[in-house]
């Protein structure tokens, strides 16, 4: 069996920072120790360098169709970039398709994992919602998915009604799965935006002005009350406003067992961003709001009301008529420019799988705004956790994966699309100046990311399979 000895690292977990060596058998990790000889292991050194879990980024949409396109990073090409950027574990979704909900997630499985180059989960989306689903949900654990994608928006699309979310809850809290939810208010978003565009506006600054703050900042309440009533576990994904976060906050004051994820475009950006001549790179849902709302998401990942920081990954192209180059071949999607005369049709969604990490660690733990055992928690460790991956995933400990980054913290860079390898012709970052880097990257023992260079392949990933009753933290 293979043995790596990373020598004088720091190990970073959540709550502590250790000096220690550290070793690698096959696919685990097997010691922690001072002093470590092991005969017949590579050795690396990791002086100056923290060792920390595999990123596991809980929120992505690969390969998504949306208005006559498709999200430009498949199941190999975004799980390329998440290495890159120091994540090991990602989680898209399933759409809800097919009347048999079993075969929308076997002809998902069939499309990634062929092309899988980390490990991976799914979550599945419910949009609708009658006996026959109701009878089905149980069936769901067999496939190794245990949680359920609900919306309060999206009309006549993806959006449940409230009453179905309340009984969705509670046969979810019955057979261990933890329901999901994007919170926005439909109905008001469909009367605006009929509103906007007969009186002509077609500017991307009105996808904001048409999503306003306060139906996000309702629908999470809403969201909240529903869990308490049904006694279940409710993860908001995305969280983008102040008020939504102190409604979180609000509810798990009163031991609501309600968790919130952000992202970090919606810690850096605002709506300004959308009055740019390039806005619609800008466009996903929810909208970024003020700079107050970015304050207060800092603000709820220091005073324990968000667990995660996630991505929502979902690329497109901001100008799908040029060919980018990817891995030596021209690649063209169609993408923003699908709505350059009319908001409602530029693809909502972002690049962000690969940054999430080093922006998030120049911008948190460089800047001071949170501590390394903060950045590991958000971004590895507690989406690990409420997943029910822990501690296979997200934990250094003998016996887990050995999915690890070593992390070069004095490496400076300028950041962008050339270096962040997401299948875009864009990056939101562009121009950044980070401090602090994945120096290498390893899945399961094996080194896939060495500095810029790619030691991964298609197939390499494995799909994960999850157990229900996961922790609610
Ligand atoms: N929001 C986006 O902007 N894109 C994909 C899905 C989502 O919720
Ligand atoms: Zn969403
Ligand atoms: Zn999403």
Excluded at 400 to 409: E, Q
Excluded at 414 to 441: F, I, M, S
């Amino acid at each position: 069996m293979k043995k790596t000895l990373i020598k004088n690292g720091t190990v970073i977990t959540p709550t502590d920072t250790i000096k220690t060596d550290l070793l690698i058998e096959g696919e685990k990790i097997a010691q922690l120790g001072s002093n470590l000889e092991i005969d017949g292991a590579e050795v690396i050194d990791a002086s100056g360098k923290y060792l920390m879990p595999g990123g596991v980024d809980p929120h992505v949409h690969l390969d998504l169709a949306m208005f006559d396109t498709v999200s430009s990073d498949d199941h190999y090409t975004g799980h390329k970039a998440a290495a890159f950027g120091g994540t090991t574990t990602v989680m898209d979704f399933v759409e809800d398709k097919d009347p048999d909900l079993l075969k929308n997630i076997s002809a998902l499985r069939d499309k990634a994992d062929p092309k899988a180059a980390i490990d991976y989960s799914f979550h599945i989306n419910i949009t609708k919602f009658n006996d026959d689903v109701a009878a089905q949900i149980p069936a769901i654990l067999e496939s190794g998915v245990t949680t359920l994608k609900v919306f309060t928006a999206y009309n006549n699309r993806l959006r449940l009604q409230d009453g179905q979310i309340f009984q969705l809850l509670k046969i979810a809290a019955k057979y261990g799965f933890l329901t999901m939810l994007h919170a926005e208010n439909g109905d008001v978003i469909d009367v605006l935006v009929d509103e906007v565009l007969k009186a002509g506006h077609t500017e991307p600054i009105w996808h904001a002005r048409t999503r306003p703050a306060w139906g996000a900042v309702e629908a999470v309440l809403r969201s909240a009350a529903l869990a308490a009533q049904a006694d279940a576990p409710l993860y908001i994904v995305h969280m983008n406003t102040a008020g939504g976060i102190d409604q979180l906050a609000y509810a798990r004051d009163r031991g609501v067992p309600v968790m919130g994820e952000t992202c970090p475009q919606y810690m850096f950006f605002t709506e300004n961003e959308l009055e740019r001549s390039d806005g619609a790179k800008w466009i996903c849902s929810p909208p970024m709001r003020t700079k107050a709302d970015n304050d207060r998401i800092w603000q709820g990942l220091t005073d324990d009301t968000l667990q995660t920081v996630g991505t929502d990954h979902c690329p497109f192209f901001y100008d799908g008529t040029k060919a980018i180059s990817y891995e030596g071949k021209e690649i063209m999607i169609p993408g923003k420019e699908l709505g350059k005369d009319d908001f409602t049709k530029i693809p909502n969604g972002l690049p962000g799988v690969a940054d999430r990490m080093p922006i998030l660690w120049t911008e948190g733990v460089v800047k001071g705004r949170i501590t390394p055992n903060q950045f590991v928690a958000y971004t590895s460790a507690n989406p690990a956790r409420i997943f029910g991956l822990y501690p296979q995933k997200g934990c250094l400990e003998p016996g887990s994966d050995a999915d690890l980054v070593i992390w070069d913290p004095d490496k400076k860079l300028v950041y962008g699309v050339d270096v962040a390898y997401q299948r875009t012709d864009y990056n939101l970052y562009e121009g950044w100046e980070l401090q602090g880097y994945p120096e290498k990257v390893f899945l399961r023992g094996k080194c896939i990311v060495n500095g810029d260079q790619w030691l991964g392949k298609r197939g390499q990933g494995q799909f994960l399979a999850r157990k229900p009753f996961a922790e609610v933290i």
